[in-house]
């Protein structure tokens, strides 16, 4: 059975906000863990290539395969990630929240947490071979949101992208990591072919395709960590906490959600 390590980073950047910082990555420490992955014989490939040898094509993945990720769409990708990138001859993939754009204009929506990617950046990384993939359009708790809405989220993220990028996109990542099979089954009419969760665990062929796990590379971070868990050594308990926390909330958002549903139909919304 293949264990594929997925990657999950956010923001590259010496100089974090109080809201980013404890998911923010040294552009020092990035560089360091690629090199690692380019020393240990690891095959970085984007999401959509690895779903589509995981579930879709039946070509097999190269040997080691390793995924980079980064969600939201921050400044610092263009500024910092990308030219390490291309500097070690790595391909990522990028999930963007297509209300952030810091030019979003009239489609602004949400509330970014640092300086966003402009349209331009995103086509430029597109152009050099990054695949995008859609974030939703507003980053909201996806499960929470009733079917009109979350349609909404989905649909308008992915016509974006598309429409501005002028090309496909059929890849996501849930916000915060949440989705039920409620979301899966909207994501999937979305024409999204694959999406992935955070799970903090390696992907193998048995998890949904629309649900895959990532690994979290945080600030905290130590190259210890990382080798531990690019390698498949424990990472149950390297994750332990997060693991724990991600279980406890989704039985906390499906009450949430439950209980909404029941108020709207009693007070007949």
């Not at 929506?109 to 331009?120: N, Q, V």
């Not at 999937?188 to 590379?217: I, W």
């Given at each position: 059975?293949?264990?594929?390590?997925?990657?999950?980073?956010?923001?590259?950047?010496?100089?974090?906000t109080?809201?980013t910082?404890?998911?923010?990555?040294r552009?020092?420490?990035?560089?360091?863990?690629?090199?690692?992955?380019?020393?240990?014989?690891?095959?970085p490939?984007?999401?959509g290539d690895?779903?589509?040898?995981?579930?879709?094509?039946?070509?097999?993945?190269?040997?080691?395969p390793?995924?980079?990720?980064?969600?939201?769409?921050?400044?610092?990708?263009h500024?910092?990630?990308?030219p390490?990138?291309?500097?070690?001859?790595?391909?990522?993939?990028v999930f963007?929240t297509?209300?952030?754009?810091?030019?979003a204009?009239?489609d602004?929506?949400?509330r970014?947490?640092?300086?966003?990617?402009?349209?331009?950046?995103?086509?430029e990384?597109?152009?050099?071979?990054?695949?995008?993939?859609?974030?939703?359009?507003?980053?909201?708790?996806?499960?929470?949101?009733?079917?009109?809405?979350?349609?909404q989220?989905?649909?308008?993220?992915?016509?974006?992208l598309?429409?501005?990028?002028?090309r496909?996109?059929t890849?996501?990542?849930?916000?915060?990591?949440?989705?039920?099979?409620?979301?899966?089954?909207?994501?999937?009419?979305?024409?999204?072919?694959?999406?992935?969760?955070?799970?903090?665990?390696?992907?193998?062929e048995?998890?949904?395709?629309?649900?895959?796990?990532?690994l979290?590379?945080?600030?905290?971070t130590?190259?210890?960590?990382?080798?531990?868990?690019?390698?498949?050594?424990?990472?149950p308990?390297?994750?332990?906490?997060?693991r724990?926390?991600?279980?406890?909330?989704?039985?906390?958002?499906?009450?949430?959600?439950?209980?909404?549903?029941?108020?709207?139909?009693?007070?007949?919304?």
């Amino acid at each position: 059975m293949t264990r594929v390590p997925i990657l999950m980073y956010h923001s590259i950047t010496d100089t974090p906000t109080a809201e980013t910082r404890p998911l923010a990555v040294r552009p020092g420490d990035f560089a360091d863990q690629l090199g690692y992955l380019k020393d240990r014989g690891f095959t970085p490939i984007t999401f959509g290539d690895l779903a589509a040898a995981l579930h879709g094509n039946g070509r097999k993945p190269p040997a080691r395969p390793v995924v980079i990720t980064f969600d939201d769409g921050y400044a610092d990708f263009h500024r910092e990630a990308l030219p390490i990138l291309t500097r070690f001859g790595v391909p990522a993939t990028v999930f963007l929240t297509s209300g952030w754009l810091r030019d979003a204009g009239p489609d602004a929506a949400g509330r970014p947490l640092d300086t966003m990617l402009s349209w331009g950046q995103a086509r430029e990384a597109a152009d050099s071979g990054i695949e995008i993939g859609g974030h939703s359009h507003s980053h909201p708790q996806l499960d929470q949101l009733p079917g009109p809405a979350l349609r909404q989220e989905l649909r308008r993220n992915k016509a974006l992208l598309e429409d501005r990028l002028g090309r496909p996109v059929t890849t996501m990542a849930y916000p915060f990591g949440y989705s039920s099979a409620r979301v899966r089954v909207e994501t999937r009419a979305a024409g999204y072919l694959a999406a992935c969760a955070v799970g903090n665990a390696m992907t193998t062929e048995r998890h949904d395709v629309l649900a895959l796990p990532r690994l979290t590379v945080s600030r905290g971070t130590g190259m210890g960590r990382f080798r531990n868990a690019v390698e498949g050594n424990a990472v149950p308990l390297i994750y332990l906490r997060e693991r724990l926390l991600t279980k406890g909330y989704a039985v906390v958002r499906r009450t949430r959600y439950a209980v909404r549903q029941v108020r709207q139909v009693a007070h007949g919304e």
